[in-house]
């Protein structure tokens, strides 16, 4: 499974797009990318 694009504005980020078509074993299908920039800026 590849990642999403996120959108923001100036008060708020949003996905457009559904990140998941199967919400089975949820857990191990969704994860958090902690080499993405914006987990990155978001950690600092």
């Avoid at 923001?8 to 457009?16: A, H, L, P, V, Y």
């Amino acid at each position: 499974m590849s990642g999403c694009q996120i959108k923001f504005d100036k008060t708020s980020g949003w996905i457009e797009n559904p990140v998941l078509s199967n919400y089975d074993n949820l857990e191990k299908n969704l994860f958090f990318d902690t080499d993405s920039a914006l987990y990155k800026t978001e950690k600092n």
